[in-house]
């Protein structure tokens, strides 16, 4: 008896409940589909032995290695590079390779590739600005090295690739091949924005990246992943050991990923004894001075050949410069682990006191991303002034020489945060750069907030404006390749939108603990490994404990918006002191968790909170808040911390 009782106050309250909201809700257009947002078959395939259906590698991970010993000389009155390198590739692959692809990315800059066909006429990072120069790689030799004995080798370039020919396979699971190839290039003025040479008062400024011919990644995804470089999008190479040697004018100051090794051969004792200083000190210690690069301007004659080494990288970077103005400061990392911030610029860019904080700038990016991520890997930050409005490769990075303020830290503390994301966990940009810009591009929020007491932290943003603008309806998926977007949305799509999908998902979904501990795993597991988005996907929910499929696919895989709405506010039995009927409808396709905030007649004022899941079976939800005098107002996400993009309907006021 009790039991029925019990059911029928249960049914009868729920349709006084039902039939007061009703109204509203049948006022309602949605086009939100539960179905589709929380559908469980997210992922495409199960886990295997390569990739855990946890997120994690599989017990047969592998990934191909690739070491290079590299030695080139500049030849600055043509703005020629020219040298050799030997690659020892392994193969680590259960496949046996026949042939090798590599990357030829200076093929770009000819005036007949692919990649400069398709260069709009404005708009654009990609190409040589239309200068006309006799671009692209002379290869002068490809030859086969098996001890001290050298083979040439038949190759096939195609565009921005060259194919080489084997005459035996490299046989899988460890076996190695060595090859030589001889090379020469003129460098653009201005190189898709990642390099080029830049002219001062004291001498140009080489800024050298995608200078030597480099492995395609052979992955177990999609093999060999050759994808001739048409710009704008980025990279996806192999890890490996780098020894390099450039001989450059004498008069020049040369910087480079990694460590100096020969510091005694390019440096008078004077300077070597400032190089120690600044190793040592938590101030910026100036090395070579403006009056020193002016001196070395007048100059002429000699060559000085300048060693570095840098360990486990993906990629390596130089500048070369007479004008180089050279400071540094140690840089001191978790475990009492050192490193060194280090920057070269010109007499230009010292005058506004900005690039005199560059160093500064550099250790307080790795310092605080080192403290919260993981550990900074190389032995120096080299933070280089040139044309390029910004770019980052290993150790070093290339930044406007105009740029002063919070917008050379703002490019500071970017570039060197790709030091996590692509350097350290090396996805492939070519296809997914939301998973590098957009990852840094987060990250980089926390250190604004971190650095100089907040020097330049970003005031909050309002995401009920950024949500019109993120889910615009002209904009494609953020999964989507960034060679298969209009390059005017790679901003919104590799950047922004993901970069405000993980403050969301830290802030409003997961919280601050929650989100760390698995962003954190993600890193750990697939540091110097090539995750695939599943494989990011899959740890966040793993580690974290959440079901996120339903974000996923909002935010990252499709389009969608969002428009929370509040129906309308009913009484009890028809009497504020029963309490209230609050109905809200998700109008969009994509669901969100809910924060209301509630004001009664008398000026109380209480915040609710309801979880997404009232979205997995329901376009509109009504529930009961024990109030007991009359509602004033109602307000769906008042602080606007989620992507809105419909304001209008996310309050109700009593008449």
Known sequence: MYRFSAFASILLAFTVFHGSAQQAKDKVTSIYNYVDAFSPNFYRKSGNEYRSASGKPGPSYWQNRADYQISVRLDEQKNEISGTEYI??????????????????????????????IVPLSGSRGGSK??????????????????????????????????????????????????????????????????????????????????????????????????PYTGPSEFYLEYGDFDVSITAPASHAVVCSGELLNLKDVYSHEKQKLWQ????????????????????????????????????????????????????????????????AISAYPAESSGNAAWGRSTEYTKASIELNSARWLVYPYPAATNVAADASGMEYPGIVFCSYKDKGSSLWGVTDHEFGHTWFPMIVGNNERVHAWMDEGFNTFINTLTDDGFNR?????????????????????????????????????AYLAYYKPAYGLVLLRDQILGPERFDRAFKAYINRWAYKHPAPDDFFRTMENVSGEKLDWFWRSWFQNNWKLDQAVLGVNYV???????????????????????????????????????VEIWAKNNTWTFLHASVEEIDRVVIDPDKVFPDYNSDNNTWKSK
């Open 88 to 117: 020892t590739y392994t193969n680590n692959s259960p496949d046996e390779l026949e042939f090798l692809w590599i990357q030829l990315d200076q093929n770009l800059f000819k005036a007949d590739s692919r990649g400069s066909l």
């Open 130 to 227: 239309g200068q006309v120069f006799d671009g692209g790689y002379k290869i002068k030799a490809v030859k086969l090295a098996v001890g001290n004995a050298e083979a040439d080798l038949q190759y096939v370039i195609e565009d921005a690739t060259m194919q080489v020919l084997l005459p035996d396979a490299v046989k899988a699971r460890g076996g190695k091949v060595k090859i030589r190839i001889d090379y020469s290039f003129i460098s653009p003025d201005y190189g898709s924005d990642r390099m080029g040479v830049l002219k001062t008062k004291n001498g140009k400024i080489f800024a050298m990246a995608q200078w030597y011919p480099r492995m395609f990644v052979y992955d177990d995804i999609a093999g060999w992943n050759v994808i």
């Open 277 to 340: 200083q600044a190793a040592n000190s938590d101030k910026t210690v100036t090395i070579r001075s403006a009056s020193d690069a002016a001196s070395a301007a007048k100059s002429s004659g000699g060559e000085l050949t300048w060693h570095y080494k840098i360990s486990n990288s993906r990629d390596v970077a130089w500048a070369s410069s007479s004008s180089f103005i050279i400071d540094a400061a140690r840089i001191n990392l978790p475990g009492g682990k050192k490193s060194m």
């Open 454 to 490: 907040g020097e330049y932290k970003e005031p909050k943003k309002n995401m009920h404006q950024w949500g019109t603008l993120l889910t615009a309806p002209h904009l494609e998926p953020v999964t989507t390749s960034p060679d298969n977007m209009k390059e005017a949305h790679i």
């Open 573 to 611: 039995k028809n009497n504020p002191k029963n309490g209230a009927l609050i109905s809200i409808a998700n109008l969009e396709k994509m669901p969100m968790p809910v924060v209301l905030e509630i004001k009664t007649k008398g000026g109380k004022t209480s915040r609710v909170n309801l979880p």
